[in-house]
């Protein structure tokens, strides 16, 4: 019976083995071979018969170019801006989405959410239309009408995750701090806000990037007027330009990059203080 037992477990740790095979097949097909490629025409050139060499030509007409850096410049005006509103509208709607005392069923979570079942280009499409209905087009406020667009799209992007962590706060502690005589501010402050930091931090990352990568809201809403780092990367792959397009993609990399040691160091953050506050 034992070693019947000791068979059985080792048959399935050894089957258990391959389970990882799917996502390692998937991870090298679709994420290390495709960063590999962008490194490669990032960082060389091509004669005429086609022959790769290696070159920084992409990094200098990058950086020499002050019309792409200006997009970049720009572009992150544009996503901070948007994370901004986005956190600010998201998190009290959040707040009260998981309040109990509020939200009594979860149609109204729902409802928020519904949006993004929705086609990314019909929404846009339909909010141009709505926009121009009330006198709000790319021709006459090229920026409002982007911001409205950026906000509406992402705005349900930032509601889930804040949700998600705002129905797992530790009510008990903001109980202990009501009694204890904190008023509501306070309460918010030291309580509340510090549980939904993980929250905020993955709602920003969902907002900030993707809000930088995009380009049918800007061209759409804009009419052509606003141009976003993802529209230039668009533009050089269109005309084949393969190696500027390339490099442009690399510093979306970096930057998705930056914002995930930014996360992590947040989330470590929160794990070590909640650490502390258990000892």
């Known amino acids: 019976m034992a070693r019947a037992l000791s068979k059985t477990k080792r048959f399935f740790s050894f089957k258990r083995k391959y389970l990882c095979i799917p ?93 993004m079942w929705i086609n990314f280009v019909l929404r846009t499409g339909a909010t141009r239309d709505v926009l121009s209905w009330m006198g709000i087009n790319g021709g006459n406020h090229p920026y409002l009408a982007t911001m ?40 918010f402050l030291h309580n509340t806000l510090p549980q939904s930091l993980p929250g905020i931090v993955s709602a920003a990352e969902m907002v900030f990037m993707p809000t930088l990568s995009s380009y049918v809201i800007s061209d759409t809403l804009s009419e052509g007027k606003i141009t976003l780092f993802g529209n230039i ?3 050089n792959f269109s005309q084949s330009q393969w190696n500027e397009g390339s490099f442009m993609a690399f510093v979306m990399l970096i930057l998705v990059g930056i914002s995930m040691l930014v996360s992590r160091h947040f989330d470590r953050g929160e794990q070590s203080e909640r650490r502390g506050t258990l000892w």
């Open 23 to 115: 996502y390692s097949v998937f991870l090298i097909l679709f994420v290390i071979i495709p960063i590999f490629i962008i490194l490669v025409y990032a960082f060389t050139g091509s004669t005429e018969d086609g022959t790769l060499y290696f070159s920084f030509d992409a990094l200098a007409s990058f950086f020499t170019s002050p019309t792409k850096v200006n997009i970049l410049v720009v572009s992150l005006f544009v996503g901070m801006l948007n994370t901004i509103i986005c956190l600010l509208i998201g998190y009290p709607v959040a707040y009260l989405l998981a309040n109990s005392k509020v939200n009594k069923n979860k149609i109204l979570v729902l409802l928020f959410i519904m949006p």
């Open 233 to 235: 990367i668009y533009l």
């Open 148 to 187: 409205i667009g950026m906000v509406y799209n992402y705005l349900p992007f930032t509601i889930l995750p804040l949700y998600t962590t705002m129905i797992k706060l530790d009510k008990s502690q903001l109980e202990a701090a009501s009694d204890l005589g904190a008023n509501p501010l306070n309460v």
